[in-house]
Every structure is written in C-alpha cells, then in structure tokens.
C-alpha cells in the first residue's frame, strides 16, 4: 500500500474504534486501488477515498418489543446509510446476534463497490439488529419488525433508501416490515425487495443470489477451460445463499458432498439431496443435523469449521464472514481445492485471500460473485416503478447477464492495471473507479 493509502488506513482506524470487520473490509479495498489512485491525483486532491471510508449517515435506535411471556425486551437496531453518489442507498438488512455496528459498516462499504458492478444506478446501505428470530414465535418475529420499522421508515424510501433480506431476514420478516411501513407511510411503494410475489416481489429474486454465484464461478472455470461436470463441491451454510447455489450447481453436473449451519456440517459423498435440506430449512426451520435422520448413509459432524478439511475441486462459502482463515485455506489448498466463489460477504481473511491467490486459486471475491441478489433486488425495484412483472426467464436472463458483465469489468480492469487474473482487485478497482467519477461531477458533498 502507498504511503497515502496507509495514512488513510490508519485514520479509519483510529475513528473507527474496535470495528474490526470495518478495517478489514477497508484494508482489503485500499489494498488493491493502488494502481487507479495513481492514474488520478485528482481522486487525492478531492480526498475522494477519506470521504468514501466515512458513512453519509449512520442510524442507531432502540428497538423495544413484548416476548410471548409479556416481558418487555429490547434490542439495538442500525441502518449504515454509506454512499449514494450513484444512486438511492440499497443493502439488506442482517437480524443475528453478533450484530454490532462494526458488522454493519463492514457490510455497507462492501455493498458500494458491489451495487456499481452491478451496472445499475444503486448506491450502498446496510442495517440490521442484534435480535436473533431463531427460536421466536411468529408474533414475536412480527412484534420486532414493527417496532423496528416504527424507527426505520421516517429514513427510507423507493428514491432514498431501499433495504432487503441479509441473514435473519427472509420474506417472513420483509412481510412483517413492509406491512408496517405501509401503514406509518399510508403508501404502497417499492420500498423493501425480497417481496412476496403477491405484492410486488421479483420472480427469481429468492435464486438469485445462489444462482448467481454459479454464473460468475462458471466464467471463471470457462477461462480456465473446464465446467461443473463431475466437480466435487463443498458450500458452507444451508440458508437462501448456499441452498440455490446448491440447485444451480448440481443441475450443472456438479456434485455437492457437504453443508453446514452454524452447529455442524453433513457429509453425503453421493450428492447431498437438497429436497431434504430445503424441507429443514426453509419449512421446518429445523438444524441441518437432522438430514442424517433422513439419509443414513450420510454423516454429521459438530462444529461447522470442519467443513473445510473435505477434499474438494470448488469451494463456496455462503453463510458469514471470516469463515475462512489462513490456516483453513491452506488446508483447502493442500487437499487439492482449485476454485474459490465467495457466496457469503467477506467469508475469507485477508490471510485466507493471499493463501489462495499464492497458490494460484482461482479466487471469486464476494463483492462481484454474490451481486446477483442485490442485482435482481434492483430489477425488483425496477419493476416497481413500472407497476409490471418480468417472468422468471425474463429475469433470470437479465441475472445472466449482468453477472457476465460483472465478471468482464473484474478481467478487464485487473488486465488494464497491471493485475491480469487477479479478480479481486479487479472488482475492488471497477467498483472504485465508477464511484470515484460520480462523486467528482457532484463536488464537495
Ligand atoms: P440465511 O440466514 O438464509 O442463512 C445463513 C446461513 O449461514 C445459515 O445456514 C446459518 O446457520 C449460517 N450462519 C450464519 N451465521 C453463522 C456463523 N456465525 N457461523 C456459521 N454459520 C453461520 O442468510 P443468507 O443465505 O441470506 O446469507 C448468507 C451470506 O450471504 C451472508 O454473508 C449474507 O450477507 C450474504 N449475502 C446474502 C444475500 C442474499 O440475497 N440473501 C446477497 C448477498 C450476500 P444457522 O441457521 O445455524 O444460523
């Protein structure tokens, strides 16, 4: 990193106190734009990259709610409202207990450099709480969403902020909140996606991120002259993310061996079947640990680190962050794993990262592999305004296409800076770059 750019790490930082999913996020960008911020002393000048790291806005609020016993609990509840030089603030919206606002802010930064791959007029947001909706009641689910969107709603909007589903929120909590940002608004507008299809929701909004990740990694095994047919693959997690990416990758000819959640993973060297893993999952709510009541033959182990000591041609992670460390990748590396597509957001350290891409891995980042689903969000918002509904082919096609020109910005910028091959700089410099320009022409704001 150049002498400025370790300036500008250092003062993140220091404002930044304890955030450590922040500076990792950070660093891993400042790491990698080098060659642009070279090409373009005026980005300095206008201290284009000090104003980047600092959110626009950053929401916190009390979020108090009645549990089925009658007691009053209270959660914490934030909305990161990062960077809108190119469009209304657009990110999801994380429900787990590990939520603090250092996981938001990693989460928003990301989703700038993400949302302008994406090709699409989004800027980059990101909220969340520290309330955990496993375990709860339906009402109690409800109970929560209300009172988080009673906060949340006087802040967003289809033309300033448009939040979605992150871990912990699917389409039973975006229902819940919608429904009470129609009543405080008195409008019917776009303002959440991941929507139900009855009321406004996109066709293959729920695929896309998953499939979408098997797009992109498909790109990457055409450049090395091979496909998904008979690959051996592992993906961690069992939720939205790691289920599609499972069914895309599987119809491709792949065979996935292993999931997890966050207790334990399961081994089924035949093909783990995932109309079993959806009826736990996305019906009962269930563990994946209850797969191997189902299929005998299959295994379970505790403890979901595991995971990544099975041999396998492809890796996907697709359920958190820093899931991979160095010591987890190098054993990845040593049993012979030749791709890397990050499904989830910053599933690998940066230790994790160099391991990779020093064993000549190819290496998929998150910020352009799992854009699918912020993408598709965009087209939900899309067909919001236009008050019409694509079909699921229609948008489908559109996924196809925009992870193709996402992947080609990735190969095209790395090759004109001097880093071919390298994806993740080549996302980190796309993203930048095209950020960067919007906030010049707007001047100092
Ligand atoms: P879900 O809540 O649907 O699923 C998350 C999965 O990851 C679950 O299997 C969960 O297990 C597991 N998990 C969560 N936290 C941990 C942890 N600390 N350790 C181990 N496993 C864990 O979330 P999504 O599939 O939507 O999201 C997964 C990842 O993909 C996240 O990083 C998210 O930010 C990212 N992402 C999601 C997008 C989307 O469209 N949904 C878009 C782009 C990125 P358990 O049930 O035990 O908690």
């Known amino acids: 990193m150049s002498q400025y750019l370790d300036s500008v790490m250092e003062t993140v930082v220091a404002r930044n106190a304890g955030e450590k999913e922040f500076h990792q996020a950070v660093k891993e960008v400042l790491k990698t734009i080098e060659p642009v911020v070279e090409k373009h002393p005026e980005f300095i000048k206008e201290k284009i990259v000090e104003r980047l790291v600092e959110p626009e806005r950053q929401l916190m609020f009390r979020v108090p709610w009645v549990d089925d016993k009658g007691e009053v609990q209270v959660n914490r509840g934030f909305r990161v409202q990062f960077n809108s030089a190119i469009g209304p603030y657009k990110g999801g919206i994380r429900l787990h207990p590990s939520v603090y606002l250092g996981i938001i802010k990693f989460l928003g930064f990301e989703q700038i450099f993400k949302n302008a ?18 375990g709860k ?24 902020d448009v939040p979605a589903g992150d871990i912990g929120t699917g389409a039973r909590e975006i229902g819940y909140m919608f429904g009470q940002y129609k009543r405080l608004s008195n409008t019917f507008t776009g303002v959440l996606t991941g929507k139900g299809l009855e009321w406004g929701g996109s066709l293959a909004r ?8 098997i797009y992109y990694v498909t790109r990457m095994l055409q450049d090395a002259g091979t496909d998904w047919n008979g690959k051996k693959v592992v993906i961690s997690g069992s939720g939205n993310v790691a289920i599609y990416a499972n069914q895309k990758a599987t119809s491709l000819g792949a065979k996935v061996v292993a999931m997890s959640d966050s207790n334990g993973y399961i ?13 736990i999952k996305e019906r009962r709510r269930g563990r994946i640990k209850e797969y191997v009541d189902e299929v005998k033959s299959a295994q379970y182990v505790e403890g979901c680190r595991g995971i990544w000591s099975i041999p396998c041609d492809i890796a996907l992670p697709c359920a958190t962050q820093n899931e991979i ?11 012979g794993v030749q791709f890397v597509g990050e499904g989830a957001n910053m599933p690998s ?4 990262i160099d391991t990779f891409q020093n064993a000549g891995v190819f290496f998929g980042p998150a910020k352009a592999a799992n854009a699918g689903g912020v993408a598709t969000s965009a087209l939900e918002m899309c067909q919001n ?6 079909s699921f082919e229609e948008v489908d096609a559109k996924l196809q296409g925009i992870m193709n020109s996402i992947y080609d910005q990735c190969t095209r910028t790395a090759e004109a800076y001097g880093k071919k091959g390298d994806l993740v700089a080549g996302a980190n410099m796309a993203g930048f770059l095209k950020v960067a320009k919007a906030m010049m022409a707007h001047g100092i704001c």
């Open 117 to 134: 791959l994406t090709t699409l007029p989004i800027g980059g947001g990101k909220g969340g709480s520290d309330f955990d909706p496993k």
């Open 137 to 160: 009641s339906d009402r109690e689910v409800m109970a929560f969403c209300q009172s988080f969107m009673t906060e949340l709603w006087r802040h967003i909007g289809p033309d300033t």
């Open 206 to 213: 729920t695929e896309a991120t998953g499939y979408g990740l």
């Open 267 to 279: 081994v089924d060297e035949g093909g783990i079947h995932l109309d079993i893993v959806r009826d």
């Open 325 to 335: 460390n160095g010591d987890e990748a190098a054993l990845l590396v040593k049993n």
């Open 349 to 352: 350290t940066l230790e994790a």
């Open 385 to 390: 305004s236009m008050r019409y509904s694509w």
